[in-house]
T-cell receptor, first 117, second 113 residues
Framework: DQQVKQNSPSLSVQEGRISILNCDYTNSMFDYFLWYKKYPAEGPTFLISISSIKDKNEDGRFTVFLNKSAKHLSLHIVPSQPGDSAVYFCAASAINAGGTSYGKLTFGQGTILTVHP | ETGVTQTPRHLVMGMTNKKSLKCEQHLGHNAMYWYKQSAKKPLELMFVYSLEERVENNSVPSRFSPECPNSSHLFLHLHTLQPEDSALYLC????????????FGPGTRLTVT
């Protein structure tokens, strides 16, 4: 059973517009969430994270929103640039859970973002 | 970014071969991880090492054997693999297990023939 889901396999956006990538999770023990970006032939690169005690975290063009009641998070990129074209992975962790969950990241399947010039 | 390096980048091996994947991190981190990414599947955690001690084996078959000789190096020894083991193998590190931000290497693309 997949605990972290990215239901949109792909997203296409015009340069300069907003990109919104979505992620849903089922495990209520998750208390820390991350977004990674992956280019072909490279490993995932950490982008931005959010703790469950917050509902928003912003870093430059990237903002992550967390809706705990809906078990939903989203990544907003504005303005989108062609260099943002990559696969975006959502990941979740139960930092405070302890036991075998400690330090473990659970990833979604990824969303391919294409930003057209 | 060369914080986490992996060699080789590509590997083709037969089912009877023995090979090893190497990972090195230059970030001073204390935790290291092996992940597997198969086609159209999420990244799957395989092993976790914290301060050179294996703290998790995520139900991985014994044909995969990890080794962590020190906090900077991590190996994945492979023997008698199956074609379905063909995948991208990613190494990652984090400051410690309590920090969720993990930093990944570029991966080794493994093909088992």
């Amino acid at each position: 059973d997949q605990q972290v889901k990215q239901n949109s396999p792909s997203l296409s956006v015009q340069e300069g517009r907003i990109s919104i990538l979505n992620c849903d999770y089922t495990n209520s023990m998750f208390d820390y969430f991350l977004w990674y970006k992956k280019y072909p032939a490279e490993g995932p690169t950490f982008l931005i994270s959010i703790s469950s005690i917050k509902d928003k975290n912003e870093d430059g063009r990237f903002t992550v929103f967390l809706n705990k009641s809906a078990k939903h998070l989203s990544l907003h990129i504005v303005p989108s640039q062609p260099g943002d074209s990559a696969v975006y992975f959502c990941a979740a962790s139960a930092i405070n859970a302890g036991g075998t969950s400690y330090g473990k990241l659970t990833f979604g399947q990824g969303t391919i973002l294409t930003v057209h010039p | 970014e060369t914080g986490v390096t992996q060699t080789p980048r590509h590997l083709v091996m037969g089912m009877t071969n023995k090979k090893s994947l190497k990972c090195e991190q230059h970030l001073g981190h204390n935790a290291m991880y092996w992940y597997k990414q198969s086609a159209k599947k999420p990244l799957e955690l395989m092993f976790v090492y914290s301060l050179e001690e294996r703290v998790e084996n995520n139900s991985v078959p014994s044909r995969f054997s990890p080794e962590c000789p020190n906090s900077s190096h991590l190996f994945l020894h492979l023997h008698t693999l199956q074609p379905e083991d063909s995948a991208l193998y990613l190494c990652a590190s984090s400051h410690d297990r309590g920090r969720a931000e993990q930093y990944f290497g570029p991966g080794t693309r493994l093909t088992v023939t």
